[in-house]
């Protein structure tokens, strides 16, 4: 009997483990088509996009694509309000954790929704996005018709065509609506 409770637990927890990873799964693949797949920056970089954003207290973050939510985190210990828009629930989930953990539950929050169906925050200041060389173009352009002019933009790795960076350090660069 009790082997029996034993292998049943185990398979329990097959299931879960092989639901869970589902699921990131088709998340996964829902932002590689959408937007991006989540890639780590890496701590180093995520400090060199903060650094060039010259942040200051009281800016309101926006991240595109938020991953497991550090940028939003370390920006929010610099006295910020972060959102950090991701597609992925399992992302999602794990960055509001990783606040709550962090102790900046108040200053940065995380929402499932994929971007192109998000109405951006009209008092955001600066946007980080990480984003398909393809999706930069048409990312833009929404930028500009949902948020201010001046708003600050940070963009790893990836340009946006047709607009010239104020500032670049390595392959990160600011550029402003």
């Known amino acids: 009997m009790s082997n029996l409770w034993y292998v049943s637990f185990l398979e329990v ?9 589902g699921v990131y799964a088709l998340f996964s693949l829902i932002a590689i088509i959408s937007f991006a ?13 903060l650094d060039i954003a010259n942040l ?16 939003c985190i370390l920006a929010a210990q610099r006295g910020t309000r972060s959102l950090g828009l991701e597609i992925n629930p399992l992302l999602v989930l794990w960055s509001r954790l990783k606040a709550k953990r962090r102790k900046v539950t108040g ?15 009209n008092e955001t200041s600066v ?3 990480y984003g398909m060389p393809e999706k930069m173009d048409p990312l ?5 018709t949902e948020l201010r002019p001046g708003t600050v933009v ?9 607009v010239t960076p104020e500032k670049e350090e390595g392959n990160v660069r600011l550029y402003r609506l």
């Open 56 to 71: 200051a207290a009281g800016d309101r973050i926006l991240d595109l694509g938020s991953g497991n939510g550090d940028l």
């Open 37 to 49: 797949p989540y890639v780590h920056s890496g701590k180093k970089k995520i400090l060199t996009m």
């Open 154 to 162: 940070v963009s790893h790795a990836f340009r946006f065509p047709q």
């Open 127 to 129: 946007v980080f996005v």
């Open 107 to 121: 200053k940065a929050s995380f929402v499932q929704a994929d971007i192109w169906h998000y109405q951006f925050p």
């Open 140 to 144: 833009w352009k929404k930028m500009r």
């Open 13 to 21: 927890g097959l299931i879960v483990f092989l639901s869970v990873m």
